[in-house]
């Protein structure tokens, strides 16, 4: 290919053409602008930067790369590639590198993304650990040190636990539900593309005057309008993560609504389906307003509008209230893929049905319902009317009955089970223990005067991190270990998995259990520096953090290793009964050569004989079988 | 070999999260009512949730113990539901939380509304007096109304009275008796905590905020907290101090400082005048 080639065909090259001239647009937008108006000075860096390179940069990378190809070519007439798939599948790793429409080949390059965020947001967590071992300030200055956990947690949270149940999703769900591909597989890939525009935008503040933004990922008004350039990297990033993950919600809500191999009703459906389907519904709905939340930041920056300045008519309190109605589902959002992994996982490791299938339905509905009915409770202390301050606590009370059913559901489900102790099992127990550790922490905040007490303290970033760490991320971790042999083809190695398990989850709570302790005892959250009170718990923390962080090493040099030279995985290694596990590892290109027919519920493990799906070719007698609570009759031979 | 290390290690989980909850670490109490409050209705939820953290962790280890995978050990029992029992939990979990929402409605209340002050304490001083409040304490009395304002990086308290009366960092308060504070802030939001006077409140800009607090005579002594609403580089420094002593004290106290304000503003005054003359000659 000559370099001219290069430069038109879709991919790198012609990415950083597009970036490079979308840049020098933008900015020559600002520049005419300013000299029409007779401004001065003409070269504002400040909105060059925002306009050139925050806006209109990230669609020159997203054309150049090839994201629009096909739609442009289609809406200009001219004759579009035919639909033969040449983009799908990966048959090197290259692959993996340009857009791709086929769900796996995405579902594998989300989960790799965002590994690379959740590594930067955790380098972040070790160097802020570092500087609260002891107190005083030792390694970063205060202002880095509020961009380091700001980056960090908008990292984590945009960055990592949202996508990356995205990715996992995106693998499973077509392959679990019958389906050769997603609804939508060309706006499957701009989702993915997107991605990367937000965590490198977040990263790249921090190169910018003035420091990465520094608010918090709560960007709180009116601090976030008056804080230096950095801060536009997030509102903007924010918005780029935002419509990715609007788009991989709708794609899979039609994916799941019209997409389900014949006989797959609704209630047939494994949990993990239901999960992602009540999570969309999440996204769908809530993401606007976190979206909306920082066009007013944006517009109050960059335009002079006064959605939060006090003395103009605008209203301070306007802004937590928009951007809490987004983020306490976003708790759900990064919540309920991880409760269908642990359905998943338990069910198969326990050789038993999901106790109580429907329930375990319902309470994710009703999750969805009440997870709108709480938001305020994040603003006990900011002088929200008052009467306010019952009904939230009332809902937020609520809300903890379908979270207890399903930790209930699960106990009911390892009873009386056989249980195989491997490491995705082992991170569904260890979620399990932890993730009712933060719900229970979650109900103590429930209670107003309590709350008023420990927010803003370390007690809220214990909280959290029990909630999103050992909660959702013990789930992805279950969840990466369960699939990886259906991903790559390759076992892990099981040794190194339960080494991994038990590390993190010893020094996990050598980490944040303590916390819950100096939050108590008033240390807030947030601060570089801190009272000598706290210093002997901060160092204890600080250590048991470290530890933690490098057990995170072992997950990827077993992840690397295995995938290289790990031993080929049978089709179905844990002999479980949902489609995807029917097919070989890693599934063939179009995931089936017969779509399959799915005869009964997906968790019949102890019936003798009981299938979930059949493909006709090896059809055996079929059955009529009952729904997933019914469980199939044993069949006739 | 590895239920023992399971075993051993929940219960490290046990110890080091739920060491959070043992009676040591509670929240700080003593301060003022408020905070003894705070501290009784934490410990009641606490009690709850051990019971309910024991209830899961103890079923979890029996099925692990009872249940592990072994050669030629029973089947899995395959149980799809049990509605009864489904349903048990349903309203044994809604009934916990309803009773543990009453409890909190109970002290809410009283957490709330300001007492009134004490006979001891400076409630005949009427020049101190804030009758602007918009639950006047039940039993009548006055109170110590002080506006709390915050901005990056200082707190200033603005005392009641006709002649100014202000001070920045160290708020001085008489002891029995009730301050109520209005809690505003200059640009960002800031938030006011001294935790062992109970009540976070957020200074807003464009709100005005209220809390109080009320130390006991015999509780003098200096009661430190910090901002605790992110509010920029330097949110970290940004402490505060409230130093009680006894309403004799307070008293000469602010007219102590009254006059230095005075004297303060009249130097200040003659300088300018000065300047300005010296610019006439000039
Ligand atoms: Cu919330
Ligand atoms: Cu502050």
Redesign the interface.
């Known amino acids: 290919m000559t370099f001219a080639q290069r430069l038109t065909a879709p991919g790198w090259y012609r990415a950083a053409l597009g970036t490079a001239l979308m840049f020098a647009f933008g900015g020559a937008l600002v520049v005419g602008v300013r000299a029409l108006y007779g401004w001065d000075p003409l070269f504002n860096w400040d909105a060059i930067i925002t306009v050139g390179a925050l806006i209109a940069a990230p669609f020159g990378y997203l054309v150049g790369i090839g994201c629009f190809d096909y739609w442009f070519y289609w809406a200009s007439g001219r004759p579009t590639r035919p639909e033969d798939h040449s983009g799908h599948g990966a048959r090197s790793w290259k692959d993996y590198f340009r857009v791709n429409t086929d769900h796996k080949v995405i579902g594998i390059q989300y989960i790799v993304t965002t590994m690379f965020f959740f590594i930067a947001g955790g380098l972040m967590a070790m160097l802020m650990r570092a500087e609260l071992a002891q107190p005083g300030t030792q390694f970063v200055d ?2 880095t040190f ?1 961009g380091l956990f700001s980056v960090h947690a908008s990292l984590m949270i945009f960055l990592f636990i949202i996508p990356v149940f995205a990715g996992i999703a995106n693998f499973v769900i077509p392959l679990m539900i019958g389906a050769p591909d997603m609804a939508f597989p060309r706006l499957n890939a701009l989702s993915f593309w997107m991605l990367p525009i937000a965590g490198v935008m977040m990263l790249a503040s921090f190169f910018v005057e003035g420091g990465a933004f ?3 990922w709560t960007a ?1 008004a ?2 976030s309008t ?2 230096p350039l950095g801060q536009q990297f997030f509102t903007v990033g924010v918005q780029f993560a935002g419509a990715s993950s609007i788009a991989t919600a709708l794609n899979f809500l039609v994916t799941i609504i019209t997409m389900r191999a014949p006989g797959m009703t609704f209630w047939r459906m494994p949990l993990l389906v239901w999960a992602n389907f009540t999570t969309s519904l999440l996204v769908v709905i809530a993401t606007p307003f976190i979206a909306g939340s920082q066009f007013f930041v944006l517009l109050d920056r960059s335009l002079g509008t006064h959605f939060f300045t ?2 103009a008519g ?4 306007m802004y937590q209230h928009v951007f809490w109605f987004y983020s306490h589902p976003a708790v759900y959002i990064m919540m309920l893929p991880g409760f269908g992994i642990i359905s998943e996982v338990i069910s198969t490791n ?4 999901v ?5 375990m339905a319902f309470s994710l509905v009703a999750i969805v319902i009440l997870g709108f009915t709480v938001w305020a409770h994040h603003m006990f ?3 929200m009317f ?1 009467w306010l301050r ?1 009904p939230m ?2 809902t937020t ?2 809300i ?2 379908p979270t ?2 399903k ?3 699960w ?2 489900t ?8 491997r490491t995705p099992m082992l991170f569904a ?1 260890g979620f ?3 993730f ?2 933060g719900g ?2 979650g ?2 905040l429930a ?4 709350d ?6 370390y ?1 809220i970033v ?1 909280h959290i991190h ?1 909630v999103l760490f050992g909660g959702s991320v013990f789930t992805i971790f279950a969840g990466i270990y369960h699939w990886f042999p259906k991903m790559t083809g390759r076992m892990y190695d099981e040794t190194l998995g339960k080494l991994h398990f ?1 590390l993190s ?2 020094f996990f ?2 980490t ?3 916390m ?2 100096v939050g ?3 240390m ?1 959250r ?6 000598e009170q706290y210093a002997t718990w901060n160092a204890i923390i600080s250590i048991s953090a470290f530890i933690f962080g490098a057990s995170f090493l072992i997950f990827l040099y077993n992840m690397i290793a295995s995938w290289r030279h790990g031993p080929a995985a049978a089709a179905n290694p844990w002999r479980a009964h949902s489609i995807e596990w029917q097919v070989s590892s890693p599934p063939p290109i179009f995931n089936f050569d017969e779509i399959p027919t799915v005869v009964g519920g997906p968790y019949e ?3 003798p004989g009981a299938v979930h799906a059949v493909f006709k070719e090896k059809a055996p007698a079929q059955v009529p079988a009952p729904a997933g ?3 199939a009759p044993p069949p006739t031979e | 070999m590895l239920l023992a290390a399971l075993a051993a290690s929940l219960l490290v989980a046990l110890v080091v999260a739920q060491g959070a909850f043992a009676d040591a670490f509670t929240p700080e109490s003593g301060g003022s009512q408020q905070a003894d409050d705070i501290d009784t209705l934490y410990k009641i939820t606490l009690y709850v949730a051990i019971v309910i953290f024991l209830i899961v962790e103890g079923t979890l280890i029996w099925s692990l113990t009872r249940h592990r995978h072994r050669r030629g050990g029973p089947e899995a029992a395959q149980i799809r539901g049990n509605t009864p029992l489904e349903l048990g939990w349903t309203v044994g979990a809604a009934l916990i939380l309803v009773v543990l929402t009453v409890i909190t409605f109970v002290y809410l209340d009283d957490i709330k509304n300001p007492p009134p002050s004490g006979p001891d304490g400076l409630a005949s001083q009427a020049q101190f007096a804030s009758l602007d409040q918009p639950n006047p304490p039940a039993g009548g009395g006055q109170t110590l109304n002080i506006v709390v304002s915050g901005r990056q990086y200082v707190w200033r308290y603005d005392y009641p009275g006709d002649e100014p009366l202000y001070s920045f960092y160290e708020m001085v308060v008489p002891t029995g008796t009730t301050v109520t504070l209005d809690v505003k802030a200059a640009d960002v939001i800031h938030s006011w905590w001294i935790p062992k006077l109970g009540g976070k409140v957020d200074g807003v800009p464009g709100h005005v905020n209220k809390t109080w607090f009320k130390i006991p005579r015999g509780r003098e002594g200096v009661y430190r907290g910090q901002c605790a609403e992110l509010c920029g580089a330097n949110h970290a420094d940004m402490r505060a101090e409230v130093r009680a002593v006894t309403p004799e004290e307070f008293t000469s106290w602010a007219d102590r400082t009254r006059t230095d304000i005075q004297q303060a503003g009249q130097d200040l005054a003659k300088q300018r005048e000065r300047r300005l003359r010296e610019g006439e000659t000039d």
């Open positions: 205060p202002n509020n520094a608010t918090g709180y009116p601090l008056e804080t006090p003395g605008g209203d301070v309190l326990a050789r038993k049905p106790f109580g299938y429907r329930m202390v900011s002088g008052s019952v606590m009332i009370m609520l903890a009955v207890g059913i930790i209930f559901s106990l009911a390892l009873w009386r089970g056989v249980i195989h102790l127990l399990i223990t932890m009712t550790l229970i922490s109900i103590m209670v107003v005067p309590f008023i007490h420990v927010s803003d303290t007690f214990a029990y038990w989850f010893i709570n050598l944040f259990g303590p819950h302790l108590i005892d008033g807030p947030r601060v570089a520096d801190y009272a493990y102890g019936t609570g019914g469980g």
